[in-house]
């Protein structure tokens, strides 16, 4: 039996077989363009479709996560028509003769950059947000397709990170809980997880070769354990149990 050790953003019990979170590599080259100006009109496309894409999320996150949590991808959309954004990355396409893809990248990088270092939590938590928005209109601009839950059961989902985004959008039917590496309990994808009431866990240092292993996520403890003996499994389905019947005498 291994048990791993993370921050629990949601208590609650959940037992499962694990999967990874698949998306695109989204790997962004470099690449030396005739025509800048139409490069700038392709960037300016992926933007377009990416507020509208936006959009759909925030009616779709009121309707499952309230308002309040679902303004947040309003604030993806200002981000995306902030000046200094847009211009940096058109002026990087302009004068570099670069593809929109790699300036997006780019200028993506270094904004995060720019909050990561910032005093301030709340600011800091923002880097993470426009990562986001950058691989949204990176995806586009690709032609690839959103990350995906790979499995007809109900699974613990594991990843790197899921963007506040890919967390709204996960099917929760199938999905019991999540487990990433990185991430924070201030962040947005955090509170979307609470909002949802997931069982989550973040800040777990993930060992390879961990897809379709059995496991138990314990969001109270903030434990991810691996190959439980007959007795933890035990403890934990009854514990499971218990917690079902509290919520169905609310």
């Given at each position: 039996?291994?048990?791993?050790?993370?921050?629990?953003?949601?208590?609650?019990?959940?037992?499962?077989?694990?999967?990874?979170?698949?998306?695109?590599?989204?790997?962004?080259?470099?690449?030396?363009?005739?025509?800048?100006?139409?490069?700038?009109?392709?960037?300016?496309?992926?933007?377009?479709?990416?507020?509208?894409?936006?959009?759909?999320?925030?009616?779709?996150?009121?309707?499952?996560?309230?308002?309040?949590?679902?303004?947040?991808?309003?604030?993806?959309?200002?981000?995306?028509?902030?000046?200094?954004?847009?211009?940096?990355?058109?002026?990087?396409?302009?004068?570099?003769?670069?593809?929109a893809e790699y300036a997006v990248?780019?200028?993506?990088?270094?904004?995060?950059?720019?909050?990561?270092?910032?005093?301030?939590?709340?600011?800091?938590?923002?880097?993470?947000?426009?990562?986001?928005?950058?691989?949204?209109?990176?995806?586009?601009?690709?032609?690839?397709?959103?990350?995906?839950?790979?499995?007809?059961?109900?699974?613990?989902?594991?990843a790197e990170d899921l963007a506040?985004?890919?967390?709204?959008?996960?099917?929760?039917?199938?999905?019991?809980?999540?487990?990433?590496?990185?991430?924070?309990?201030?962040?947005?994808t955090a509170i979307l997880a609470?909002?949802?009431?997931?069982?989550?866990?973040?800040?777990?240092?993930?060992?390879?070769?961990?897809?379709?292993?059995?496991?138990?996520?314990?969001?109270?403890?903030?434990?991810?354990?691996?190959?439980?003996?007959?007795?933890?499994?035990?403890?934990?389905?009854?514990?499971?149990?218990?917690?079902?019947?509290?919520?169905?005498?609310?």
């Open positions: 039996m291994i048990t791993l050790q993370g921050k629990g953003v949601f208590g609650g019990i959940a037992i499962g077989e694990i999967a990874f979170f698949k998306r695109d590599s989204g790997v962004v080259q470099r690449k030396k363009v005739e025509d800048p100006q139409a490069e700038i009109q392709r960037f300016e496309n992926a933007k377009a479709k990416a507020i509208e894409e936006l959009g759909e999320l925030y009616d779709k996150a009121v309707s499952e996560v309230g308002e309040s949590n679902a303004m947040l991808f309003q604030t993806h959309q200002f981000m995306l028509e902030d000046l200094d954004y847009v211009e940096a990355i058109e002026n990087m396409i302009q004068t570099q003769s670069v593809n990248s780019v200028t993506g990088d270094n904004f995060s950059q720019m909050f990561a270092s910032m005093d301030d939590d709340y600011m800091r938590e923002r880097a993470a947000d426009v990562k986001d928005v950058s691989n949204r209109v990176i995806r586009i601009l690709q032609g690839k397709e959103k990350g995906t839950v790979d499995s007809e059961e109900p699974v613990i989902l594991v506040p985004s890919e967390t709204v959008q996960l099917d929760k039917s199938k999905v019991l809980s999540f487990v990433t590496h990185k991430g924070s309990t201030n962040s947005h609470r909002t949802m009431n997931i069982p989550a866990l973040i800040g777990v240092e993930l060992p390879e070769n961990l897809e379709g292993k059995m496991a138990i996520v314990d969001g109270y403890e903030g434990k991810l354990i691996l190959d439980a003996d007959e007795e933890t499994l035990c403890y934990y389905e009854k514990k499971k149990e218990e917690e079902e019947q509290n919520i169905q005498h609310i």
